[in-house]
């Protein structure tokens, strides 16, 4: 049973990823006052299926100066990570039983880096490793912000288990008493996920497309959906710790799509930012932020303790 409602999660999470690239491309148009795609099926509902066909029978190209294995291996590694992350969702029935579920998160996002880091290096190209010691120093930065707001969260449950923010959140979300962290939080998710206004990594007017410039075919398929997964469990994750993670109910899904509506929303309305003011963004307004927050939070939960 286990294996089936792995292999039942992972289907669903390709099919929502394809349907999050049409979902996309429509938003988007209607941003830029056009159509999107409406002519595959109907509405563009067989886009998606075409886009794959056709990414995973172009022709591969074969990089006669690259790291051979390394160049082809990390795609693969950064797919197998994303889907590693989908093990963290929060079951009812509790298929998976994570305690440590908040710290698997955190080692996961951390070891993301390395696939960015190894498909820029082996492809031995300029633009690509110069976009991937982008991605690199841009992950690593916002990753601090994020683990202190993380922290912030879990000082009102007092487990590492996603699945006590369900228990927590019946009567009140956090978002209620921490929407400034929440707004961090949710920047840090579009810094984390290589989103418009934090693409640094994929600046086409710059690096013509980062670090996979020198991918086509099945390995910039197998980034596109690493990239696409990690949206939506980013989505999925911002439920769980600010909007009342009520598994059993069809609004938690709804928020999650919400949530990827913000992502694309965000990339069709703000441009993008200068490189050292997305440094001095997390290191002078969100580390400070969520460090004084997580010193009040700790000292109003002593205080009470004390009261009580």
Known sequence: MYL???????????????????????????IQLRKGP???????LLQPFSDGLKLFFKEQTFLYTSNFYIYYMSPVFMLILSFVL???????????????????????????VYGVLMS????????????SLRAVAQTISY?????????CSLIFIYSFNFLDFYYYQKYVWFIVFMFPLFMCWFASCLAETNRSPFD?????????????VEYSSGGFAFIFLSEYMNIIFMSVLCSILFLGCDLN???????????????????????????????????KVFLPLSLNYLLFYSGFLCLMLMLL
Not at 38 to 44: D, L, Q
Not at 94 to 108: A, D, K, Q, T, W
Not at 143 to 151: D, G, K, R
Request: with cysteine; glycine share 8%.
């Open 4 to 30: 089936i409602s792995l292999l039942i999660l992972i289907i669903m999470v390709l099919v929502a990823v394809a349907f999050v690239t049409l979902l996309e491309r429509k938003v988007l148009g209607y």
């Open 120 to 131: 820029g290096w082996s492809s031995n190209s300029n633009y690509a490793l110069l976009g």
């Open 38 to 44: 409406n002519k595959v099926g109907f509405m563009g």
């Open 200 to 212: 640094f990594a994929e600046g086409e007017s710059e690096l013509v497309s980062g670090f996979n």
């Open 143 to 151: 990753e601090v912000s994020m683990a202190l707001i993380l922290v």
């Open 86 to 112: 989908w093990l963290l969702f929060p079951y009812l029935i509790n298929i998976y039983s994570f305690n440590f579920g908040v710290l698997f998160f955190l080692c996961c996002t951390g070891l993301g």
């Open 249 to 283: 109910s069809i609004f938690f899904f709804l928020k999650i799509t919400f949530f990827v509506f913000l992502f694309i929303w965000v990339r069709g309305t703000l441009p993008r930012f200068r490189y050292d003011k997305l440094m001095y963004l997390t290191w």
